[in-house]
């Protein structure tokens, strides 16, 4: 999370809060360069992030996902030899209070208004209805990525449509792309007893680590691979196309890795509500392919406010 004077010709306040899923930009456009003393506070609650100046509180719904890092925590500028130089002209008196809580999690009677309140009233609101619990094969890879600092694992919500998924399948169930193996849980906490997954990790540390947290699962393999290293083992009934290269590419190669029938998810979309799609202004060309390929019918599923999924089941 990072609060940051902006530069001197906007004299405004933002907040930058980066987590697993995505990053989130607030702006407060008013004038802090005004000769006299302000307080901010940049802050995150469940599924709302805010920015508070003098009191008054703007927010926004996005549910950052995991927030790790193994940076220090750093006040005041950055050195003069990198970073914008507005950062680092000493222009700006500042006293900075680092405070770090974590909120209870109950859900609020009724959702707050999005455009006001201050941080202290605003309770944790899940981003879509499910239990805090999560399977313990999930747990101990979300532990993983938390020690790797690995913020790509997918998120709770796309975790349970992998798992809800997985239940209904048989067969060889394959994941390119394993990261800390947190989609590879959820898919396992689903799996049924005549389906097995393979999961390829190009990263050969991180797949050693996938493996040893999977080592009692005799259903699950854990590859220490290029992703294309799986096309030995389909058909598959479900294949959950989690690494850029075969995500951005891969359609037609997928289409002859899938069983008929059988399904392949795509993680990482923005809900959109036009057609054709658009993502930060521009044809989403990759979800507008998928979901007018003949030889898949395709859906776009939105799993929380921020995050949407694609699911094509192969004809
Ligand atoms: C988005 S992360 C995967 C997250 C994981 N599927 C989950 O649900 O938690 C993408 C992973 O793909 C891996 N990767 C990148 N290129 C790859 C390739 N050619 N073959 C296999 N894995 C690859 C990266 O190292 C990274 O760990």
């Not at 996902?65 to 222009?91: D, F």
């Not at 992703?227 to 037609?252: C, H, I, M, N």
Request: charged fraction near 20%.
């Amino acid at each position: 999370m990072k609060l940051q004077l902006a530069p001197a010709n906007e004299s405004s306040v933002n907040c930058t809060v980066r987590g697993s899923s995505e990053e989130r930009l607030l702006r407060w456009g008013v004038n802090v360069d005004d000769g006299k003393w302000h307080a901010a506070s940049c802050w995150r609650e469940g599924a709302r992030i805010g920015l508070t100046v003098d009191g008054t509180t703007r927010t926004g719904t996005f549910d950052a996902g995991m927030i790790v890092s193994r940076e220090p925590v750093r006040v005041g500028n950055k050195s003069s030899s990198t970073g914008a130089l507005h950062q680092h002209l000493g222009a700006n008196d500042c006293s900075v209070y680092l405070s770090v809580r974590t909120p209870e999690p109950t859900p609020p009677a009724s959702p707050p208004a999005e455009s006001s309140g201050t941080p202290g009233a605003c309770a944790t609101i899940p981003a879509v209805s499910m239990p805090p619990d999560v399977p313990p094969i999930v747990a101990r890879s979300l532990d993983l990525s938390r020690r790797e600092g690995f913020l790509r694992s997918c998120r709770h919500e796309t975790g349970r449509l992998l798992a809800t998924l997985a239940a209904s399948r048989d067969g060889t169930l394959a994941e390119f792309g394993t990261g800390c193996g947190v989609g590879s849980a959820w898919l396992t906490s689903g799996l049924r007893t005549r389906a097995r997954l393979v999961t390829a990790e190009l990263d050969t540390a991180m797949a050693g680590k996938v493996q040893e947290l999977f080592a009692d699962e005799p259903q699950v393999e854990v590859l220490a691979a290029d992703w294309s290293a799986l096309t030995t083992y389909a058909p598959f009934s479900l294949l959950f196309v989690d690494s850029t290269e075969p995500k951005q590419g891969g359609r037609d190669l997928v289409a002859d890795l899938v069983d008929s029938g059988g399904m392949v998810v795509l993680d990482d979309f923005t809900p959109c509500t036009t057609w054709p799609p658009v993502y930060a202004g521009r044809i989403d060309t990759l979800r507008e392919q998928w979901l007018t390929d003949p030889r898949f019918t395709t859906v776009d599923v939105m799993v929380a406010q921020d995050a949407s999924v694609l699911v094509a089941t192969r004809r």
